[in-house]
Each structure stands twice: as C-alpha cells, then as structure tokens.
C-alpha cells in the first residue's frame, strides 16, 4: 500500500499542507472556523483521503484528485492524515482500515465507483459503515447529473463507522468538485453530531 509520504513526494501529491481555493467552494476564514474548527474548543478536526486508482498507485501517471480534496480540507479547516494513493480493490479496504483506526473525523475516497471491473471502492467501503447516510449519495449524484447524465452511474456510499464520516467520491476532478461542493454547507454540522454536540 502506497502511503502520503511517499506518494507525495513522487507524484506531488498535496497532503492537506498546502491551501488554497476551488472555484465555487468557500473557503473564507468564517467557513474554516464553522467547518473544521470547534469555536467552543478551537481543536482541530483530522481528515484522510483515499485515492483509488492502480496506474497512480503504480506511477502511470501523477494524481490529480488528491491536491484538489486535500486543498479544500486545508480551506475547511481539517488537518490532513498522509494520503493514501492505492490499487483499486483490497488495496482501498486497507487504506481505510488503516485510516479508521486514526480516527479521523472524515475520510474522502475518490475513484473506484464506476462499472469497470476494477471499480470496486463501493464494495470495499460498505462493509466498513456502520450506518449508511443514504441522503448523502443522492445529493451528491443529483449534482453531478444537473452537468453530465452519467453521474447517476456512481455507486458510492455515505456513511459512518464510529465517530468518522466516509464518503465515496468520483475520480474525475469534475465529479470530486461537486461532491465538495454538496458537502460543505453540513459537514461541520454532521461532524457535530458524531461527536455527540445534538444542538440545532
């Protein structure tokens, strides 16, 4: 299994130290203090990143996913784990295996959702929830499909296994932005909640 540092380094791969903004996200000092940071407490909330994909893993070519998730984590306040840059299939259940047991509050997976054979994220993701948030998924598809009629094909899941949220992502830059883009105004909140704040 390929780890951040050692993906970083050869493929550039941004690990959540860097920040910057996306283009329809915002990433102001008042979303970062309502996201990733508890005003009652000011702790940093943690975040890891899986990105599913055998020709990165192998060096075929330099990943794109994770500068785009780990520069909006940055943006939302989270503090990044070490990427995890893997081959699709067992690979990816033992990222996030290894990711849960750091307990994170997030986990973002990108790649690995489609119908090729390979694409099996889904698979090594559902047994890992404990609870599905189905809600999730349907919003995050509803997006991709108002730009292209193929997001409807994404078989990610939402859910939860302890106090960490997982979330399947697409591979494509496009569809990892949307998906941002749909999590961002409840994820402070649905973080809230995993760590038992039940205020409204």
């Known amino acids: 299994m390929s780890t951040g540092s050692e993906s970083g380094e050869e493929s550039g791969v941004n690990t959540g130290a860097e920040s910057g903004g996306m ?31 055998t020709r990165a893993a192998t060096g075929g070519y330099q990943d794109t996913s994770a500068p785009i998730i780990g520069s909006w984590l940055t943006g939302q306040g989270f503090e ?65 499909r108002s730009k292209t009629p193929a997001a409807v094909l994404s078989r990610g899941y939402a859910g939860v296994v302890g106090n960490t949220f997982i979330v399947n992502l697409p591979g494509s830059s496009g569809g990892i932005r949307d998906g941002l883009a749909v999590l961002e105004p409840f994820l402070a909140h649905l973080c809230d909640q995993l760590e038992g704040n039940h205020e409204h």
């Open 23 to 53: 283009p329809g996200v915002n990433t102001d000092a008042g979303a970062v203090r309502r996201a990733g940071i508890r005003a009652e407490s000011n702790t940093v909330r943690r975040a890891g990143v899986v990105i599913a994909s």
């Open 80 to 144: 990044s784990l070490p990427v995890q840059i893997v081959a699709d299939g067992q690979d990816v259940h033992d990222a996030l295996q290894h990711l849960i047991s750091q307990h994170p509050s997030v986990i973002i997976t990108s790649g690995g959702t489609g119908l090729t054979a390979d694409d099996l994220t889904p698979e090594m993701t559902h047994p890992l929830l404990e609870r599905e948030i189905p809600g999730v998924m349907e919003a995050i598809r509803a997006a991709g």
